[in-house]
């Protein structure tokens, strides 16, 4: 079992960036994906999350990046994708996947509770 985050890289205020979340070992599309991030100095943030695995899509995006961030994926590639548009200095920071987890009430569940598996950062850095 293996995530793969890749995509991130060094950009302007303003501009975007697509991360992706590649799987191997299992099929992604069977369940919830997360993206987390830690910025410097700060503590790890969980920024968005798909569940669909009751039949129904779930979205959890935090406040920092909602209207911003769009979370996607493309099962046939067994990846998750994270647009990220508009970005500020504020969202630099090393980015990570998770999977599976658990979108409950609005709390993701994931690797830091013993649920699922984290995914190699990758590195997001935006100058003003």
């Known amino acids: 079992v293996q995530l793969q985050a890749s995509g991130g890289g060094s950009v302007q205020s303003g501009e975007s960036l697509r991360l992706s979340c590649t799987a191997s070992g299992f099929a992604l599309g069977d369940y919830a994906v997360a993206w987390f991030r830690r910025a410097p100095g700060k503590e790890r943030e969980a920024i968005s999350c798909i569940d669909d695995s009751d039949g129904y899509s779930q979205y959890y995006y935090a406040d920092s990046v909602k209207g911003r961030f769009t979370l996607s994926r493309d099962n046939a590639k067994n990846t998750a994708f994270l647009q990220m548009n508009s970005l500020t200095p504020e969202d630099t920071a090393v980015y990570y996947c998770?999977?599976?987890?658990?979108?409950?009430?609005?709390?993701?569940?994931?690797?830091?509770?013993?649920?699922?598996?984290w995914g190699k950062g990758t590195l997001v850095t935006v100058s003003s």
């Open positions: 998770a999977a599976p987890v658990s979108l409950i009430g609005g709390v993701i569940w994931g690797p830091a509770d013993g649920l699922g598996h």
